[in-house]
C-alpha cells in the first residue's frame, strides 16, 4: 500500500509540473513579443517583467546587461501607483530612440530625482495590458522561454539557473 501511495504522490507532482508548464506555455502566447524592448542577441530568452523604480529590478538588470551575446531579453514596463515617478520613467525609456541607453540610464539611477516632463507613451499602456492579462502584479517577473518557467522576484542565481553563468 505504502508503494503506492508514494507512487501517487510522485506521479501527482510529475503531472502537476507538466501541466502547469503547458499553462505558463498558453500563457507566452498571448504576449505580444513585438511590443518588448529587447536587450540582447543571445540564444537563452527571458520574458521579463520590471518597475524602473523597484531596487530587485535594478540589482536584476545590472546583472543581466553584462550578457548580450548570451542573453535575448524582452522587457515589459510595468509602473506603479506606489512609486510615483515610475510611470514618467516608463514613458521615457519606451519613447526614446535608444531603449536599451534610456532603460540602462534609469535602472542605473541616473534619472532619480529629475522631473521628467515626458507625455504619456502608448507602448507603457500595451506593456500594463500585457501584465493585468496576465495576473502579473510584482517585479521583476520572468519567463524562462526554454523551459516556461517563472522566477518571481530577484533571484541571485537565476543566471546560473539558466546556464549563462557558472
Known amino acids: 500500500m505504502r508503494v503506492w501511495i508514494v507512487f501517487f504522490i510522485m506521479f501527482s507532482t510529475l503531472f502537476a509540473q507538466d501541466l502547469y508548464k503547458e499553462f505558463v506555455k498558453e500563457q507566452v502566447k498571448q504576449i505580444p513579443l513585438n511590443k518588448a524592448i529587447v536587450f540582447g542577441k543571445g540564444r537563452v530568452e527571458i520574458i521579463t517583467f520590471m518597475n524602473p523604480d523597484c531596487g530587485h529590478c535594478r540589482k536584476e538588470w545590472h ?3 553584462k550578457y548580450p551575446d548570451k542573453l535575448k ?3 515589459f514596463l510595468l509602473p506603479f501607483p506606489t512609486f510615483p515617478e515610475s510611470r514618467a520613467k516608463s514613458d521615457y ?3 526614446s530612440k535608444d531603449r536599451i541607453k534610456a532603460l540602462d540610464e534609469v535602472l542605473s539611477g541616473k534619472m532619480d530625482g529629475k522631473v521628467l516632463n515626458i507625455p504619456k507613451c502608448f507602448l507603457v499602456d500595451e506593456h500594463i495590458k500585457v501584465a493585468k492579462l496576465l495576473n502579473i ?3 521583476p517577473y520572468n519567463i524562462i522561454l526554454k523551459d516556461y518557467r517563472i522566477i518571481e522576484g ?3 542565481q537565476m543566471l546560473e539557473i539558466i546556464g549563462v553563468r557558472k
Do not use: D, F, Q, R
Open 63 to 65: 546583472e543581466l546587461k
Open 73 to 75: 531579453v524582452y522587457i
Open 93 to 95: 525609456i519606451a519613447c
Open 137 to 139: 502584479n510584482a517585479t
Open 154 to 156: 530577484y533571484n541571485p
